[in-house]
């Protein structure tokens, strides 16, 4: 089976993209469109609005990443409809991140990596974020499971919000590293025995904000081998240079993930769908070519 | 409508207890009772071991922690048996801790604050763990959602795995402090506005494991209106004198978390029932005695 990594990598060479849409189904901001069909139910809309999200970013996107707390938000039935997105992006071979941020202790953490890695699984995606506070023994589980089942995890080491500054910019007396340096460095190491030969991508990735392009250029010299998932484009403000060095020299090694930009963009003549797919067409273009080597 | 923590404090009071019971179903382990009793269904089987939990410790918890990974292994029939164990503790009127360490930037964190913390909700705990590596503005909609419905948080600060010490416990260069009291800074600046006049306490607590016994002594003299969630006694390896110096001087504050040690514990001639309910009488006893001053 191919690491999810590497199919990654297949799809900018072959597909020519490196875009990650997420899917962040906001009650509040679904599409009229969406809401004239699909009526008050809640589970409908949300399963209907991440189908259509499928259909209109297929053709643009590397892979997709559905938002688990805008489903969770709305319990059971918010959680049926996340299960039924996993599963039609799967039937139609478009690889999903789940953006769940789990993390707990080892063992804890196994039930984690269970319900979102394991093959068969109602929750399974492709890969995962997981969050690092707790250590290595406690991403360790996330590692296995990847492992073993040819998926990945993106490890949070910098991220895009304003308060990353809070905890993950403080510098470590020890060693003069910034605090999410000492993150990354584990996420190497996690990571070194799971280097594909295809691409040199090891199954444990990293989530490096592209809001802070200083950050994501020094983290991807520290990290080589790493696969990166990088938010904050788009919405939150960063521009296709913001992520440019987030990439490796030859242009691998990152998907760069838009979301609000794409699903809910500024309404146009053609209506909703004609301007998500056209969103997600221009953010292909233009983080392609920020990919690849000049 | 009284806070959380001001809920727990008077359940130590009135009811001499501190013990918080952990409910992690854990399929592999549920015991024979249950097995014969439930039949296969996985729903039927977390359902069943949960509310046999709340039943045989009601008499001696001051609340219980359902740890929602254990559920969510299991799709969507073991949240549904998570919502079901949540609805029938707070049938029951026990006090209850969702254990779901969640974490993202802002508008998401609020979905999950909606998820976890919303009145009505399906997935409704009274207080919840969250995740800080994101910083403030990550963790303020799960403040403001806890405050504005009488209910809790609890920052993961310093956990009880061995994993803490990769990055909790590496020094800020900029000031000295541990890692980890960067976080416990944090905490009590989010919970500054919420202190409670008839407690003292706060709405944003703290996971402080009981495994660095030092470090919960000094997390207490740094964050005294805090309320403290302790694991690690038990199971872990932690004593109830261990956990001693988490409690303030008149004994409030804290409550400390069992989960395998007693609703897993040693078969007994009385069966599962009679050894849980006897485990949860003891340690009750012994961490009421550890937290009231000498």
Redesign the interface.
């Known amino acids: 089976m191919t690491p999810f990594f590497d199919r990654l990598e297949a799809a900018r060479r072959e597909r020519h993209t490196t875009l990650c849409v997420g899917i ?1 189904p ?1 009650l509040e901001r679904l599409p009229e469109e969406i809401r004239r069909e699909a009526g008050d139910d809640v589970e409908t809309l949300l399963t209907r609005f991440g189908y259509e999200v499928l259909d209109l970013v297929a053709a643009h996107a590397a892979c997709v990443k559905p ?1 688990i ?2 489903f ?5 039935a ?3 409809a996340y ?1 039924a997105v996993l599963a039609e992006a799967r039937r139609r071979g478009l690889p999903v991140i789940g953006d769940v ?9 196994s ?2 990596a ?2 979102h890695l394991r093959p068969g ?3 399974e995606a492709d890969a995962i974020t997981v ?9 360790q589980p996330f590692v296995d499971a990847a492992v073993e089942a040819g998926k990945g995890i993106y490890v ?1 080491v910098r ?10 910019e ?5 060693d ?1 590293r910034l ?1 999410f340096e ?2 990354a460095d ?1 996420v190497a190491s996690l990571g070194a025995d799971s280097i594909s030969a295809d691409t040199g991508l090891s199954a444990v990735g990293a989530v490096v904000g592209a809001t802070a392009p200083e950050a994501g250029a020094a983290l991807r010299r520290r990290l080589p081998a790493t696969p990166f998932l990088v938010p904050g484009y788009g919405a939150q403000g960063a521009t296709a240079r913001d992520v440019a060095a987030t990439h490796r020299d030859d242009g691998s090694g990152a998907v760069v993930n838009a979301s609000r930009s794409i699903t809910f963009p500024e309404a146009g003549p053609g209506g909703w769908r004609a301007a998500v797919a056209a969103a997600a067409e221009h953010a292909r273009t233009e983080l392609y070519d920020a990919s690849v080597p000049a």
Request: no cysteine; aromatic share 8%; charged share 20%.
């Open positions: 962040d906001r938002q707390a805008f969770e938000a709305h319990g059971l918010g959680l049926r299960a941020k789990r993390g707990d202790i080892g063992s804890t953490a039930a984690y269970a319900a699984g109602e929750f969050n690092p506070y707790l250590g290595a023994d406690a991403l949070l991220t895009s919000n304003p308060g990353a500054r809070d905890l993950q403080l510098h470590v007396r020890e003069g605090f000492a993150t584990l």
